[in-house]
Nanobody, 124 residues
Framework: QVQLVESGGGLVQAGGSLRLSCTAS????????MGWFRQAPGKDREFVAT????????YYTDSVKGRFAISRDNAKNTVYLQMNSLKPEDTAVYYC?????????????????WGQGTQVTVSS
């Protein structure tokens, strides 16, 4: 079992920044890779970014490249999502998730542990 706890959402003006955190706990955290997803009202949950605990490899969806940065602190079992130059279309509930590290990163069904979600609202 892996437990995930997110924090850091909130309300920000367009062009502003927020940093989300996700702390993982469980016996085999190192066997998983981490991802961030988001779900806007009326839309499907979509992949945002992913990182591996081992070598820190990262991948992003095209719409956030150059604006968002995912990072990890292995000592704290914590993953971060630094979000800069935020746009109103970034408004969503953001979820942290964990998948077995050998599974493909972009498929929602490959993630079997999820956090509770944190709201990010970007005003225009």
């Amino acid at each position: 079992q892996v437990q995930l706890v997110e924090s850091g959402g909130g309300l920000v003006q367009a062009g502003g920044s927020l940093r989300l955190s996700c702390t993982a706990s469980g016996r085999t955290v190192s066997n998983y890779a981490m991802g961030w997803f988001r779900q806007a009202p009326g839309k499907d949950r979509e992949f945002v970014a992913t990182i591996t605990w081992s070598d820190g490899s990262t991948y992003y969806t095209d719409s956030v490249k150059g604006r968002f940065a995912i990072s990890r602190d292995n000592a704290k079992n914590t993953v971060y999502l630094q979000m800069n130059s935020l746009k109103p279309e970034d408004t969503a509930v953001y979820y942290c998730a964990a998948r077995p590290r050998t599974f493909t990163y972009g498929r929602l069904e490959n993630y079997n542990y999820w956090g509770q979600g944190t709201q990010v609202t970007v005003s225009s």
